[in-house]
Structure formats: C-alpha cells, structure tokens
C-alpha cells in the first residue's frame, strides 16, 4: 500500500505493488478450489421428521401438571388456584427456572410445571 495522496483522505490510498528491494512478489501466485464434494449431489433432509414421544403420563409420576399462562395470570393466582395459597408462588417459580428469569414476567402462551401440592 503506498502513501495516501492526500494525508488524513483513505479514499486516496492505492494498492500498487511496492517497488524495490525486499518487496514480495506473489504475480505467479494462483489459486484453486478441490474437494471431493464439488459435482455430488446434496443430501436431500426434506422428508426428515422429528418428533419426541414419552412413557410417563401427562401429570407425571410426581402428581406435577403443567398450565398454559393465559392473559392475566400471575404466579400469585397460580399458586392460589392450585394450591389454595397466593403465597406459595416461589414453588412454582423454582419448578420453572429453565424458563423463567423473573417471577414477575410471565408471558401468555408458556408453559409452566405445576408441583404437586404438598408440605
């Protein structure tokens, strides 16, 4: 890269090839792609299904169920309609770490594990 032609300009800066001793010279330098993988064809993953299938009842064997957040819930009212008492809400929050930050934002459409109630 040579001076810029007008100081504090980079538009003015060029790449021209430095002449002079010590210079690198990469003219007879070419470059070529190979792979074996160039002409294969692409596996074709469009008729791929997943799924995910378990043994254990819907309650699960620990009496848990699992609630739908609607528009309105809060921890409070859940714990309060499952339990019977507003003040037992750091139960379900602890159930549902892995998908709750904050036990004020809760958003409708997730789904939370209910423990079971119990001492």
């Known amino acids: ?3 810029p032609n007008k100081p504090g300009d980079p538009a003015s800066l ?4 430095s002449r002079g001793a010590g210079g690198a010279d990469f003219s007879k330098v070419r470059s ?3 792979g074996s993988a160039q002409g294969q064809p692409t ?3 469009s008729k791929v299904r997943s799924a995910v299938s378990s043994t254990q009842s819907s309650t699960g064997s620990s009496g848990a169920r699992n609630h739908t957040v609607q528009k309105g819930d809060t921890l409070s009212h859940l714990a309060k309609q499952y339990y019977g008492k507003a003040s037992q809400w750091p139960r379900i929050f602890e159930a ?5 930050d904050d036990p004020d934002r809760i958003l409708p459409g997730q789904v939370l594990r209910i423990p079971a109630a119990g001492p």
């Not at 549902?96 to 709750?100: E, T, W």
């Open 43 to 45: 596996a074709d993953f």
């Open 32 to 34: 070529r792609a190979s």
């Open 96 to 100: 549902n770490r892995n998908v709750l």
């Open 14 to 17: 060029t790449l021209e090839p």
């Open 1 to 3: 890269m040579n001076k």
